[in-house]
């Protein structure tokens, strides 16, 4: 079964960084895309970046100019930089991939358990 274990989340100081990472383990064939989510008590999850096995990335529009997103797909692995964070980017932060399993070699999305990160003000 391919997990995803996130790591790195926190308490922080507004204008202060984090980096959170997610790692990717089983039988894995293949990672297409991977993202982080983030969601907020009564609010949906929404995407905060993306990348693609090639690495072109996408960011959400409030994220931009202050969250990199990154990849190393040796160690199967995403990673988050956030800098200048704000009381708004509270919330807890999901891990995303689509991955291509064995011995099914079919591409199902998973999710990791979420980590927190609070942005205190």
């Known amino acids: 079964q391919v997990q995803l274990v996130e790591s790195g989340g926190g308490l922080v100081q507004a204008g202060g960084s984090l980096r959170v990472s997610c790692a990717a383990s089983?039988?894995?064939?293949?990672?297409?895309?991977m993202g982080w989510y983030r969601q907020v008590p009564g609010k949906q999850r929404e995407l905060v970046a993306s990348i693609s096995s090639g690495g072109s990335t996408t960011t959400g529009d409030s994220m931009k100019g202050r969250f990199t997103i990154s990849r190393d797909n040796a160690k199967n692995t995403v990673y988050l930089q956030m800098n200048n964070l704000k009381p708004d980017d509270t919330g807890v932060y999901y891990c995303?991939?689509?991955?291509?399993?064995?011995?099914?070699?079919?591409?199902?999305?998973?999710w990791g358990q979420g980590t927190q990160v609070t942005v205190s003000s």
């Open positions: 089983g039988p894995i064939f293949n990672i297409y895309a």
């Open positions: 995303n991939a689509n991955v291509m399993s064995l011995p099914t070699m079919r591409a199902v999305n998973y």
